[in-house]
């Protein structure tokens, strides 16, 4: 697994060897055609597994995908992983959701997206949906995995892609991380009977 300086470092090279294409075979493209991070506006982070994990989504939800309306709140998203949600309807149109019942199918997508982990949301003053938090799509794919939703042949895509962003160690450090927090749990609630069983040891005491 790619540590984050060489990750970053073999970014570089793939932006050196694309500018080296692009001059040789589009040396005639004005810069005014071109959109580039760092001197367009109008831009966040998105995972590049990303349209692995929309295909996967798809899968799942045959006749209601919603993959491209996980796509467009990461689109929205601040380069932060809440999105907060002041008009429902505006992110059902370019959900590509029209008609009296667009928000209702926007909403049914929310749902659809919650269920299978690549969202976690909060109610608020536009509804169900004011608050959206954007989870890692690459753990919300290993999920749906461990829960046999994703076909072989996908799945392996979706490993070579992780393993070629350097985003492998994703998986393995939620599990890490799940396994502490259980760990951690256990210990606070094995603490906590043991207080009250010697609490109550001594009140028992007491009594006599």
């Known amino acids: 697994m790619a540590n984050s300086k060489q990750s970053q470092s073999r970014r570089l090279k793939m932006s050196e060897r694309a500018q080296q294409q692009l001059a040789l075979h589009f040396p005639d493209v ?59 309807a505006t992110y059902a149109a370019e ?3 029209t008609g009296e019942r667009s928000v209702d199918t926007w909403r049914k997508r929310m749902r659809r997206l919650r269920e299978l982990g690549f969202i976690r949301t909060k109610p608020g003053a536009s509804g169900e949906f004011h608050f959206i938090l954007l989870l890692n799509p690459n753990v ?8 046999g939703l994703v076909q072989d042949g996908l799945y392996g895509r979706f490993l070579e892609r992780v393993a070629d962003v350097g985003a492998a160690g994703d998986w393995p450090a939620h599990q890490e991380a799940m396994k502490a927090a259980e760990e951690k749990a256990a210990a606070a609630a094995a603490k906590a009977a043991g207080k009250a069983a010697t609490a109550k040891a001594a009140k028992k005491a007491g009594t006599k």
């Open 30 to 88: 004005p810069e005014t055609l071109l959109w580039r991070r760092k001197s367009n506006d109008g831009f966040t982070t998105v995972p590049r597994p990303l349209p692995i994990a929309m295909q996967a989504i798809d899968e799942t939800s045959k006749g209601a995908p919603a993959g491209h309306s996980l796509f467009c709140l990461w689109a929205r998203a601040p380069d932060n992983p809440l999105v907060i949600v002041e008009n429902p």
């Open 95 to 97: 959900a590509g959701f």
């Open 140 to 147: 919300a794919v290993e999920t749906m995995r461990g829960n």
